[in-house]
């Protein structure tokens, strides 16, 4: 159902890399809720072509760039205010990735030179995306930057390796980038920490199935699926949301309030 939630707010969605991206549901949810956006992604990542889809479901144009270069994000930024016309109204920051995880690493026999790349793809990308706004002055007032987290920052979950490490620095950036924008022109800036997702970063962590279904069992209402993220993505992005800003926001069906719970307890017993 829309709402017309986003109606003549323009917006910029990078990580859609196939249906099963959490940023493909966000940009479907978008539209439905009347935004205009482009879409981003990194370009070997297009090679796939999956986005071509997306874009033409969206009425959207797709304008190629590596998160990790300031360069691509200065090209994009521009382009993007050119293509739709204006300042941006919001920011959907749905990147991740570890070449430790992808290629089996453990946590005791980290590759340090792919740790910097976890570092720099799935975190510093989201500073030099803020940094590359401020400095464009590309934002609107009382716009709204998001980026996608995952509880392995506060907890320890040990295939997520290096990843957890991203994500706490991610979601300081947030907050320091959050005061930042806020003082100078009223932009929030947020993280939602999302279950577990079954998408190709997601499916990627060892023993992925086993803590999907854990987290499933722990949570009163169950995992968060990534339709929902991207309904709790569009409220963000909204106007009903003006004074969040600087938070980690939990979107994971209750688990992280969680000790443990009678589902967990009767498997255990068994
Ligand atoms: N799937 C989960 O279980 C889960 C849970 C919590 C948080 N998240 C987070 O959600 C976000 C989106 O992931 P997803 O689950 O939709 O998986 P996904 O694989 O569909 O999306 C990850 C995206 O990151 C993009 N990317 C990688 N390197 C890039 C670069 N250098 N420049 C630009 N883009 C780049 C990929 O092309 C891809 O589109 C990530 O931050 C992920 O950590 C996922």
């Not at 279950?195 to 279904?213: M, W």
């Not at 929902?228 to 963000?236: G, H």
Request: aromatic residues 10%; contains cysteine; hydrophobic residues 40%.
């Amino acid at each position: 159902m829309s709402y017309n939630l986003l109606k003549g707010k323009k917006g910029i969605i990078f990580g859609a890399l196939d249906e099963k991206s959490i940023a493909w549901k966000v940009a479907m949810r978008a539209k439905e809720e009347g935004a205009e956006f482009v879409l981003t992604n990194a370009p070997i990542a297009m090679r796939m072509g999956e986005i071509n889809k997306l874009a033409e479901a969206c009425n959207a144009q797709i304008i190629p760039a590596d998160a990790t270069s300031v360069e691509d994000l200065e090209n994009l930024f521009t382009k993007a205010q050119e293509i739709l016309g204006g300042k941006i109204d919001f920011v959907l920051h749905s990147i991740g990735s570890s070449p430790n995880i992808r290629k089996g690493k453990s946590y005791g026999d980290l590759n340090y030179d792919w740790f910097q790349k976890t570092l720099d793809i799935s975190a510093l990308s989201f500073h030099k995306v803020m940094h590359v706004a401020e400095k464009q002055d590309a934002m609107n007032e009382w716009g709204s930057i998001v980026a996608l987290s995952y509880i392995a920052a506060q907890r320890v979950f040990p295939d997520y390796t290096d990843m957890s490490h991203a994500k706490a620095v991610l979601e300081s950036i947030a907050r320091n980038y959050g005061y930042r924008l806020g003082r100078a022109k009223k932009i929030r800036v947020n993280t939602i920490s999302q279950s577990p997702t079954k998408t190709t970063a997601g499916t990627g962590v060892g023993g992925f199935d086993a803590f999907f279904d854990y987290a499933d069992k722990m949570s009163p209402l169950g995992n968060a699926p990534a339709e929902a993220c991207a309904d709790y993505c569009i409220s963000l992005f909204s106007d009903l949301t003006r004074y969040v800003t600087m938070q980690n926001l939990m979107h994971d069906g209750g688990f992280s309030s969680m000790g443990i719970s009678e589902d967990i307890v009767e498997l255990i017993s068994k």
